[in-house]
């Protein structure tokens, strides 16, 4: 069965930076964008990066920009999301996903989900 497995979250300090990864199986993993997500305590989930299926176009929401890259590695099946210059606001659930790459912004662009890793910063 389809499962997306996300690793590495934990607790940083401000200014620190984690590397995230997720762990796909049970899908045609190449022809899928894969996106990353978050969601804070009480808010909604919301878009951070998203990545093509080859690799060749990336996206992110403008609070990461220049701060997180994601990658991937298709002949390993696995997303990675390496966060530099992490801040207090970056506190959060991270999710992969993936989704056909006909929209990459929404939740509901995505087929696939993990169960979500989680991230501190502290200040």
């Known amino acids: 069965q389809v499962q997306l497995v996300e690793s590495g979250g934990g607790l940083v300090q401000a200014g620190g930076s984690l590397r995230i990864s997720c762990a796909a199986s049970g899908f045609a993993f190449s022809r899928y964008y894969m996106g990353w997500f978050r969601q804070p305590p009480g808010k909604e989930r919301e878009f951070v990066a998203a990545i093509s299926w080859g690799g060749g176009n990336t996206f992110y929401t403008d609070s990461v920009k220049d701060r997180f890259t994601i990658s991937r590695d298709n002949a390993k099946n696995t997303a990675h999301l390496l966060m530099n210059s992490l801040k207090p606001e970056d506190t959060a659930a991270y999710y992969c996903?993936?989704?056909?790459?006909?929209?990459?912004?929404?939740?509901?662009?995505?087929?696939?989900w993990g169960q979500g890793t989680q991230v501190a910063v502290s200040s």
């Open positions: 996903a993936a989704g056909g790459g006909v929209g990459i912004e929404s939740v509901a662009d995505y087929d696939y």
